[in-house]
């Protein structure tokens, strides 16, 4: 059954007549009559009587309608289905737990409006993901990395701390107060290992595996921590400071398997990642402005990564 026929024919229905339908259609009046005459060839009936002010249906034509509405429905219902949100590639993604999950948050804002075909899936395991948003620290043999950002670790202070004047902390300064140990760092062991060589040992007011988690516990007062610039940033409740020594450099950005580059789902994200990022940047001025200090930082002395 030819479709466009039946499409041709419930207009002329509707409307009474094949000037209205034309009219409706943006179809010519000569290419609707033909259309009907096939339709009416093809099942061997009558559909519509002619006449001075229009068409009206037969009894055949009136049996016709229903069926051939309901089918141009199904028709229709089945192409929404494969090119509406009902049919999405689905993209599993998964976060390293020492990347601030806000900021993640409105990256993908930005790839689910750039790209609505796009099903993005939450997931806890690494190995299950199609891309992770990590650390290059973290990315392995059978991954590739593209970088979003780079920056230091840095002290995160209370704002009524007296040490949130100063620009520069050395480790025993920052360590006279109870510290936030963030075990979820890719950098934990190496920096425990660091802080109890010091003279003093170090107290632990809290063990977290969260940035949410060590950001909350240095807002209420309750210790310092040593964390990624892009944990505080834009947040005027604490304050950071540089610690002294070698820059503890890291870069975050999307990691994905090697096998995956000719999957174009894949580029597509990875682009609009790269364009969420941006967006964070220019939508947001305190954290611009954090990031261009982290940024000046970094490339005005020697960086290394652990």
């Known amino acids: 059954?030819?479709?466009?026929?039946?499409?041709?024919?419930?207009?002329?229905?509707e409307a009474g007549s094949l000037t209205a339908a034309s009219k409706i259609l943006y179809i010519s009046q000569p290419s609707i009559s033909l259309a009907l005459e096939k339709l009416e060839a093809k099942l061997q009936t009558k559909l519509f009587v002619r006449g001075k002010q229009g068409v009206i249906p037969t009894d055949?034509?009136?049996?016709?309608?229903?069926?051939?509405?309901?089918l141009l429905e199904q028709a229709s219902g089945i192409k929404t289905f494969f090119t509406s949100s009902k049919y999405k590639h689905l993209i599993k993604i998964?976060?390293?737990?020492?990347?601030?999950?806000?900021?993640?948050?409105?990256?993908?804002?930005?790839?689910?409006?750039?790209?609505?075909?796009?099903?993005l899936r939450i997931n806890d395991k690494q190995s299950d993901a199609d891309i992770r948003f990590t650390s290059n620290h973290l990315v392995t043999e059978e991954e590739l990395f593209v970088p979003l950002w780079?920056?230091?670790?840095?002290?995160?202070?209370?704002?009524?701390?007296?040490?949130q004047v100063k620009k520069k902390l050395n480790l025993d300064e920052l360590l006279e107060y109870p510290l936030i140990e963030r075990t979820n760092c890719e950098f934990h062991s190496q920096m425990m290992k660091l802080i109890t060589q010091k003279d003093g040992g170090v107290s632990v007011a809290a063990k977290v595996d969260s940035e949410e988690w060590a950001v909350a516990l240095v807002e209420s007062g309750i210790g310092v921590?040593?964390?990624?610039?892009?944990?505080i940033w834009g947040n005027n409740t604490i304050a950071s400071c540089e610690i002294s020594g070698e820059a503890i450099l890291r870069h975050v950005g999307i990691a994905y398997a090697?096998?995956?580059?000719?999957?174009?789902?894949?580029?597509?994200?990875?682009?609009?990642?790269?364009?969420g990022f941006k967006q964070i940047l220019a939508s947001n001025k305190l954290i611009q402005r954090d990031f261009q200090k982290v940024h000046d930082f970094l490339h005005s002395q020697k960086s290394r990564p652990f």
Do not use: W
Not at 95 to 118: F, G, M, N, Q
Not at 225 to 231: G, K, Y
Not at 258 to 275: H, L
């Open 150 to 163: 780079e920056e230091n670790l840095v002290a995160a202070l209370p704002r009524d701390n007296v040490l």
């Open 60 to 70: 055949d034509g009136n049996r016709l309608y229903p069926s051939a509405k309901h």
């Open 94 to 119: 998964n976060v390293t737990r020492s990347i601030r999950i806000s900021l993640i948050a409105r990256i993908l804002k930005t790839v689910i409006s750039e790209l609505p075909d796009l099903e």
């Open 225 to 231: 921590a040593i964390v990624p610039e892009s944990s």
């Open 1 to 13: 059954m030819d479709l466009r026929c039946l499409k041709y024919f419930t207009a002329v229905y």
């Open 258 to 275: 090697k096998g995956s580059t000719n999957r174009p789902e894949i580029n597509n994200i990875i682009q609009a990642c790269k364009n």
